[in-house]
């Protein structure tokens, strides 16, 4: 790898720089349409799963259990989010360290020729689409210019609730389509839905804000029943595959029970842009728009509001429907998905310990990893790169030579506690620099990634390029980003605590970690596997983590003094 890395500098490289800097004298930012394009917009693989990420609710209070009233509160709370940013009153994320970013390990997708996805950004979206028991239905935001209050949203989502009309033939599993492959969708578009009532049903769904799912099941996190919150997270990233529409920016999930989640789609934003609006949206609906005693909103609806209206559909050939549906769920069924709350400490003990929460955490994951695994593995987290103009995400490599060396010295149990401390330390620091480095720009993958673009548009022969873009990242983590805004003082509300959220593995062979830093007591896990491989097992890799965690605080307590 020297010698390849070593010629490329010397004879490839420099000739494929050139054309990068051409760019950057022309482009915003010359990584992000690049990154947009080729990691997302091109891949031809199912949304579900493999790039759309999910975002859980507050899961230690509960402020109602009425399912209308709480979509509410919420939806009103969101559209008066996006009125804010419509009018730039949202004050930019400014210091305060880093964001860390929900973007993993890519999949990078040439395709010689291939439909290529495109976002479609709308000013104004006036309505939601709605899905509710194999049923779609548009409902407005708006009364004229005036936006809804909650309570008469909440009377209009009570209006789809109590509905009892059918699903029309085809209807039920429609949005399967949007979770099955890319290519047998955009030719199930073309073909069926370019014209007449599907367009135009279609169109309605596409042009709403975001997609909202209203499911007949209930879920939450019960600490009592730890499995409640892997249900949970299961239920956010891929439903029963078709009653989530995973095309739109987001679809906004209500359980039965009032409980919420988000399933986001990857390519328009990184966890942090909807993390912002989550936050907002929580901290008004706790604290700004609040319920009566029985759980409803507050004031009287307005009964004079046209109902929503069924979307209707013409739909003669469901096999497409059935066969996206049919890979969507061998995908889903293949995920194991293991989320925890870690409860015996937080980043108040971590800060004791004079390192950075994220390098703690991120070294008792190579420690947990290696006694999964016996063997480390290409490590791929996330750091934001949002300093600079229309950056998104880079990648912090953080299986290094410091961090290995930590990890055997720990594994083979002669070393004394100084002597790990020590280690750690050094691990910690080397981790905690290519951080600053990712996040200032000086980080290494983006980088390749655009050389090897420029190789291929060149015609240019690449062997390091090929060899470092083909290792697969087996071990993919991303640390969730909390408390971007203030709403709320979470020493007065130590329990308003959402629990973050995930993604699937990355390889077939590999772990998805996604964790929140949730104050100063208490870590939130979320890791995915796939049942399929016989290497990789989420809530075995689980119980290491935890058992890693408390290994390491260990070498920092003080030893108590005999008396």
Known sequence: MELLAKEFQDKTAPRLQKYLVL???????????WWEEYIYLRGRSPLMVNSNYYVMDLVLIKNTDVQAARLGNIIHAMIMYRR???REEIKPCMGGGPFPGCSWGPRLSLPVACITDVLQHLSDSRHVAVYHKGR??????????????????EMQFQRILDDPSPPQPGEEKLAALTAGGRVEWAQARQAFFSSGKNKAALEAIERAAFFVALDEESYCYDPEDEASLSLYGKAL?????????????????????????LNAEHAWADAPIIGHLWEFVLGTDSFHLGYTETGHCLGKPNPALAPPTRLQWDIPKQAVIESSYQVAKALADDVELY????LPFGKGLIKKCRTSPDAFVQIALQLAHFRDRGKFCLTYEASMTRMFREGRTET???????STAFVQAMTEGSYTKADLRDLFQKAAKKHQNMYRLAMTGAGIDRHLFCLYLVSKYLGVSSPFLAEVLSEPWRLSTSQIPQSQIRMFD??????????GGGFGPVADDGYGVSYMI????????HISSKFSSSETNAQRFGNHIRQALLDIADLFQVPKAYS
């Open 23 to 33: 760019k950057s004298w022309w482009a915003s930012n010359y990584v992000s349409d």
């Open 84 to 86: 804010k940013l419509d």
């Open 136 to 153: 779609f239905f548009k409902l407005w935001l708006y009364e004229g210019a005036r936006l809804l209050k909650p309570q008469d949203l």
């Open 237 to 261: 990233l891929h439903g029963n595959c078709y009653n989530r529409w995973f095309d739109k920016s987001f679809t906004l999930i209500s359980f039965k029970n009032g409980q919420l989640g």
């Open 339 to 342: 989320c925890f709350q870690f």
């Open 396 to 402: 912090v490599r953080s299986c290094t030579s410091e």
């Open 490 to 499: 979470p020493e007065q509300h130590p329990n308003h605590l959402g629990a």
């Open 518 to 525: 949730a104050g100063e007591n208490t870590i939130f896990f």
